[in-house]
């Protein structure tokens, strides 16, 4: 072969090596990212997570995590129309990302859209059975269409993923008393106030058991 045909075909074969291993470097990153935003957002540094999950973003766009994780910081801080182009950017990225539909569920039921919110609680639990906060969030929509009776259900779906779910046992007593069934409101409305719900203590305090 001549020596410039075998230079070009040399060329060939590096270019794509080069583009891949700078590809991964920055997948990397965006990962690292994506982390310490994580992180941040546990301790509760919302800010910080924000500014983390938008570096990932930078380093990789079509990093889905980003998106959903970032979805769920600018909700924290208010920012709905924000969260909702995250989540729907996750989901383009990814069509079966539980977070980030359950993410714009909470968002769409708080909306009262409980329709939109339902089917977006049911696909994150299609995608994965066991979301505990989506079963929650299926809990609140109803109870939200008065469907007592499912809404228990799905609190007890909860509650069978994680038996110390505050939150679940909040709502499933908040169901319960208005379904008339006081013992049992009290019952759970008190387990989660053992768990640490303090919103649960104001109903026990505000309810006429």
Not at 87 to 116: H, K, M, N, W
Request: proline share 2%.
């Amino acid at each position: 072969m001549p020596i410039f045909l075998l230079v070009i075909c040399v060329s060939v074969l590096v270019v794509p090596v080069g583009a891949s291993a700078a590809r991964d470097e920055r997948q990397g990153q965006a990962e690292s990212y994506v982390q310490q935003g994580i992180e941040r957002y546990e301790q509760g540094d919302i800010s910080g997570a924000l500014a983390a999950f938008t570096r990932a973003l930078e380093s990789d766009e079509t990093n889905a995590d980003a998106y959903s994780y970032r979805g769920l910081a600018h909700h924290h801080q208010g920012r709905i129309p924000e969260a909702l182009r995250d989540y729907a950017r996750a989901l383009s990225l990814r069509p079966e990302d539980s977070l980030a539909f359950t993410g714009r569920g909470i968002v769409l039921y708080q909306q009262g859209e409980l329709s939109a919110a339902l089917r977006d609680f049911q696909n994150a639990l299609r995608v994965d059975p066991l979301n505990g906060d989506a079963s929650i969030g299926l809990g609140l929509v109803y109870e939200g269409k008065g469907d007592y009776k499912k809404a228990i259900a799905a609190y007890n779906r909860a509650l069978k993923i994680d038996a110390d779910n505050a939150t679940a046992y909040t709502g499933r007593g908040i169901v319960f008393y208005l379904m008339g069934e006081r013992a049992q409101a009290k019952r759970d409305l008190e387990r989660a106030r053992e768990l640490g719900d303090s919103k649960a203590a104001d109903f026990l305090q505000r309810f006429d058991f």
